[in-house]
């Protein structure tokens, strides 16, 4: 049902162009722009799903005699990534359509209109900037074209701000308070929408860079604010927030010129960027040093009962010793395992109290957030879950031995062993792969080679 009125509405639209700007605050385009699931940068998709969304090829109904055709916008790249997959496609063997063949699975289907529906978004979103590029700046802030740019802004549609930058250039365009797309991306976190900056010129660019607002903030004084609570709930920790937050500041930090790095604004008392940052901030260090005590708490808690009883289990070990004090087992396939786990267990556990206490006994600066501290949570996180499985692959491998002339019983005691461990990874493996993802993997994803799009 919403395929087919956003269908009947981008028909509408290429009948009458005008219909885009009828009223400012009700007009289609300001609408459009408070909707990011209708493109595809406003979604958030598994990498499955992107997989399954790249592949699927959309398929227009066919215009009979009378019906208005959709032109649909095909660039030179478009075209031979889609003989790419064709030809892929009959490798194969049938030269079946794929949107069509992967319908038929669970899931597909919702992809396809998806994708079909961010279609004729576009399409829609092109229709109406055509009519909009022959206006003047006053006539695109009247019919609310302006608010709509900077709504698709906070949203993060790059698809919108692509296209509503090309009919504003070559001028400058800001909001009620001066701002520009990029201090606004900046302020709303959009990372998307700030990497749009590295594809314009050096002399647009810089223009850009040495603006500001009414308030004399720079990009800079915008970075050093706090991010508002909707981006920051995406984060689990208040540790990992900051760490996000220090990395926004320190990638406007690098590519903003130095007097913006000292200038002061005039909000109040004037404040530089980093006191800015310190000042907006302080409430998010505090949280933060607390989330870090109280998991530091409880680790040592765990890791203390793991090395308490991985000592004891290396001194009451399965099947006794000999009378000269050698384990009666030793020559065990069984036991060896015993032996190495529970070795395993014992030296990270310790390992992860220690650390755990040196994280109690120091005070970390907010600097210590960015790598420093994720890093030493990366380990901490990593040892004591090696200890736990070790703990309990030695604990098997204990029962097994004393019962190894019953066969019956290995396969329950496998299955017992592995609920603990996976209780455990299920609660804590998530965080490890967020801290790991922000630390060493992409985190922000700041593409600085993006092609030139913009004041070529």
């Known amino acids: 049902m919403i395929l087919l009125s956003i269908e009947y509405v981008l028909k509408i639209f290429l009948l009458n162009p005008k219909l885009a700007a009828i009223d400012r605050w009700r007009c289609p385009i300001f609408m459009m722009s408070r909707q990011p699931n209708a493109f595809l940068s406003g979604c958030r998709l598994r ?40 030809f892929t496609l009959e490798v194969f063997g049938r030269r079946v359509k794929l949107s069509l063949m992967l319908q038929n699975f669970s899931g597909i289907k919702q992809i396809y209109d998806l994708k079909l529906m961010h279609f004729y978004s576009l399409e829609i979103l092109r229709c109406t900037c055509n009519h909009f590029s022959t206006l003047k700046v006053l006539s695109l802030r009247s019919c609310g074209v302006v608010d709509a740019m900077f709504e698709a802004t906070k949203q993060g549609i790059v698809e919108f701000v692509v296209e509503l930058l090309k009919i504003t250039q070559p001028l400058i365009v800001t909001d009620i308070d001066d701002r520009h797309v990029f201090m606004i991306a900046i302020q709303y976190r959009q990372e998307n929408i700030f990497n749009l900056l590295y594809g314009i010129n050096e002399e647009w660019r810089a223009r850009f860079l040495n603006w500001t607002d009414r308030n004399w903030n720079n990009m800079l004084h915008v970075a050093g604010e706090i991010a508002p609570p909707s981006q920051l709930v995406r984060i689990s920790s208040t540790a990992l927030q900051l760490q996000r937050e220090l990395q926004w500041f320190k990638e406007v930090e690098r590519i903003v010129p130095e007097w913006c790095k000292e200038s002061k604004n005039s909000n109040g008392e004037p404040e530089t960027p980093y006191e800015v940052f310190s000042n907006s901030h302080r409430n998010l260090v ?5 989330w870090m005590r109280d998991m530091a708490n409880s680790f040592i808690i765990i890791g203390t009962l793991v090395v308490t009883i991985t000592f004891a289990a290396a001194f009451t070990i399965p099947g006794g010793n000999a009378q000269d004090g050698s384990p009666n087992f030793l020559r065990k396939r069984l036991f060896m395992i015993f032996i190495i786990s529970d070795a395993i267990s014992f030296f990270t556990a310790s390992t992860s109290v220690l650390m755990f206490l040196g994280i109690l006994a120091r005070r970390f600066a907010p600097e210590d957030y960015l790598e420093s501290i994720p890093k030493k949570l990366n380990m901490l996180l990593s040892t004591i879950l090696i200890s736990i499985a070790a703990m309990t692959v030695s604990f098997s491998a204990a029962l097994l031995i004393m019962i190894q002339h019953r066969p019956w019983a290995i396969i329950p005691i496998i299955i017992m062993a592995s609920i603990p461990v996976t209780f455990f990874v299920l609660l804590q493996f998530p965080l490890l792969v967020e801290m790991f993802s922000l630390t060493y993997a992409t985190g922000i994803s700041f593409n600085r080679k993006m092609k030139p799009w913009l004041y070529t």
């Open 286 to 290: 505090e949280e933060g040093g607390k």
């Open 47 to 86: 990498f499955w799903q992107r997989w399954i969304y790249g592949w699927l090829k959309i398929e227009l109904p066919t215009a009979s005699s009378g019906e208005l055709r959709i032109p649909v916008t095909t660039t030179t790249s478009e075209k031979k990534t889609l003989k790419y997959k064709r």
